[in-house]
């Protein structure tokens, strides 16, 4: 794969809580030059980058972030903020207390109603595999394609472990055929970033790709 090829599949990242709006403009001008697929921030820089930017690049946040555990109807208001903000894509946590507790129908009711919320807008769902079984990933599997999301994601980057070859290919035999997946979490060398896209992800999280591939 060619470096433009590899970074129009990249959600250019910056999460850290203490990200300056200087370090945000960085990133920024980085994706509108080497044309990333989206600019990842925090919720509270989606209106400033939408003033700034128009729409020059797309804008992703995260919802119910970093641990997945805030109510439902949380989640929705966070939702709706930031797409009234300007942003584009959507990448929630689920609840994994619901997942170690079985409720799985209730992992996906939640993901359904985001969805709702999002309408045409895409929907990654964080499931963060670093904290489940395998049986867990695949029923997750099954509740994300169920309730129609557009996305599967690995990881926040802020667990106990990221995107694993293991666990892309263990999503690509389980998922439905309209879901498509987003490596995240601990891509760190192109290497990673092409093995993940040749394994079948349509997107890679990463703060480090253009970077990477600038070297």
């Known amino acids: 794969m060619t470096k433009e090829e590899m970074l129009a599949h990249v959600d250019h990242t910056l ?9 945000v403009q960085k990133l920024c001008d980085e994706a ?9 921030v925090p919720p ?9 930017y ?9 919802v119910g972030f970093p641990l997945g555990y805030s109510v439902t109807a949380a989640k929705l208001e966070e939702t709706k903020q930031a797409l009234a903000d300007g942003c584009d894509e959507i990448d929630m946590v689920i609840n994994i207390t619901d997942v170690k507790n079985g409720l799985f129908q209730k992992v996906e009711e939640e993901i359904r109603a985001l969805k ?25 599997c099954k509740a994300v394609t ?14 106990t472990g990221g995107a694993t070859r293991e666990d892309v290919e ?18 760190s060398t192109a290497e990673e970033l092409e093995m993940f896209l040749q394994l079948g992800c349509d997107r890679v999280g990463t703060s480090r790709a253009v970077g990477l591939l600038k070297e």
């Not at 509270?44 to 700034?52: G, H, Q, T, V």
């Not at 128009?54 to 995260?62: P, Y």
């Not at 169920?146 to 667990?159: E, L, M, N, P, V």
Request: charged letters at 25%.
């Open 116 to 140: 709702e919320a999002c309408g045409a807008h895409i929907l990654k769902v964080i499931v963060e595999t670093c904290y489940l079984s395998g049986e867990e990933k695949i029923a997750l």
């Open 146 to 159: 169920d309730a129609g999301a557009d996305y599967i994601k690995t990881s926040t980057g802020f667990g």
């Open 44 to 52: 509270c820089y989606i209106r400033r980058i939408r003033e700034c």
């Open 32 to 40: 509108v030059e080497y044309k990333t697929a989206s600019v990842c």
């Open 54 to 62: 128009g729409e020059k690049l797309k804008i992703c946040t995260v």
């Open 170 to 187: 263990l999503f690509a035999a389980h998922i439905g055929p309209g879901v498509k997946i987003k490596a995240a979490g601990g891509v």
């Open 15 to 23: 999460l850290k809580p203490y990200a300056s709006w200087e370090e």
